[in-house]
């Protein structure tokens, strides 16, 4: 079964550093999402992305971040100053159409800043 | 961001019997629903899902129920088994309209619920 893998799944950097996050989604999916997971908090949106551009994106979504979709399988999120609450898990998600919402998730990636 | 609400952190039921699991929402906007369990070190993964147009949706063990006056939904798992040990969240897409239909975008989830069933 097609599944949306992530890597790393545990990346540990020092604060102010750049991170990239990487995610293949479901190959024939359409649109792409970020969410995020702090430890005992919620999962939260960060940025969902179709057609190569950016659909919507949260208020925690601010400049340090970006996403981009590479090549034809790739779809990844950059840190590029990483500050210590920025550790959290990270999940890639994807979805075939936008018309249902059945957004199937990676594993996740455990960034810690320390 | 409190607009969709477990309030129980956790659930303790025997093996065999029922897990309710339920869910409260404040946003009349939301009109799909949908149920993720997620075991340690994994991702979400979708469980079921329930349209405001239906009261049940049944898929074998699992059977979700939207009451859209309470604006509440249960998830019941019957019977519960050891393997069904993991979080449960609950979740709402927002829902936007544009020139071809409706449609969903991100995912408001709700806090989770542990839910541990024993031997």
């Known amino acids: 079964e097609p599944e949306v893998t992530q890597t790393p799944s545990h990346q540990v950097t020092q604060m102010g550093q750049e991170v990239i996050l990487r995610c293949v989604p479901i190959?024939?999916?359409?649109?792409f999402y970020w969410y995020r997971q702090i430890l005992g908090q919620k999962v939260e949106f960060l940025v969902s992305?179709?057609?190569?551009?950016?659909?919507?994106k949260s208020e925690i979504f601010d400049d340090q971040f970006s996403v981009e979709r590479p090549d034809g399988s790739n779809f990844t999120l950059k840190i590029r100053s990483t500050k210590l609450e920025d550790s959290a898990m990270y999940f890639c998600?994807?979805?075939?159409?936008?018309?249902?919402?059945?957004?199937?998730f990676g594993p996740g990636t455990r960034l810690t800043v320390t | 961001d409190q607009q969709v609400k477990q309030n129980s952190p956790s659930l303790s039921v025997q093996e065999g019997r029922i897990s309710i699991l339920n869910c409260d929402y404040t946003?009349?906007?939301?009109?799909?629903f949908l149920w993720y369990k997620k075991y340690p070190a994994e991702g979400p993964t979708f469980l079921i899902s329930?349209?405001?147009?239906?009261d049940k949706n049944e898929d074998g063990r699992f059977t979700v129920f939207l009451n859209k006056s309470a604006k509440h939904l249960s998830l019941h798992i019957v019977p519960s088994q050891p393997g069904d040990s993991a979080v449960y969240f609950c979740?709402?897409?927002?829902?936007?309209?544009?020139?071809?239909?409706?449609?969903?975008?991100?995912?408001?989830f709700g806090q989770g619920t542990i839910l541990t069933v024993h031997p």
């Open positions: 998600a994807s979805c075939r159409t936008w018309g249902t919402n059945e957004q199937y």
């Open positions: 190959s024939n999916h359409l649109y």
């Open positions: 992305f179709y057609n190569n551009e950016i659909s919507e």
């Open positions: 946003n009349s906007m939301f009109d799909y």
């Open positions: 329930i349209s405001s147009i239906k």
């Open positions: 979740a709402a897409p927002r829902r936007t309209a544009n020139a071809g239909g409706t449609s969903y975008g991100k995912l408001t």
